[in-house]
């Protein structure tokens, strides 16, 4: 069973920088895409970036489209997402998991808080 643990949020002021990473266990990370998706309180849950099994194909929301780059790396078992020129409205809750029907369990997650 794949386990997913996302890192690397924190309270940043509003035009700066996170890099947020996710690391799976199991042996069916690198097969499958993988997304990065967000949950600001009181919304439901909105897919924000997704990047194909080989790190082709990537695809991104309106909404954050030239400020967030995602990336991955299967031999670690990792997928990232590098998250520039943050506003306010970017704060939420961050989730990494499958893009699809069937996904994995969710994670923790990671609070990321855009403030001045």
């Known amino acids: 069973q794949v386990q997913l643990v996302e890192s690397g949020g924190g309270l940043v002021q509003p035009g700066g920088s996170l890099r947020l990473s996710c690391a799976a266990s199991?042996?069916?990370?690198?097969?499958?895409?993988m997304g990065w998706y967000r949950q600001a309180p009181g919304k439901e849950r909105e897919l924000v970036a997704s990047?194909?099994?080989?790190?082709?194909?990537?695809s991104y929301a309106d909404s954050v489209k030239g400020r967030f780059t995602i990336s991955r790396d299967n031999a670690k078992n990792t997928v990232y997402l590098q998250m520039n020129s943050l506003k306010p409205e970017d704060t939420a809750v961050y989730y990494c998991?499958?893009?699809?029907?069937?996904?994995?369990?969710w994670g923790q997650g990671t609070q990321v808080t855009v403030s001045s």
């Open positions: 990047i194909s099994s080989g790190g082709r194909t990537l």
């Open positions: 199991g042996r069916t990370f690198s097969i499958n895409t």
């Open positions: 998991n499958k893009v699809g029907l069937v996904q994995y369990g």
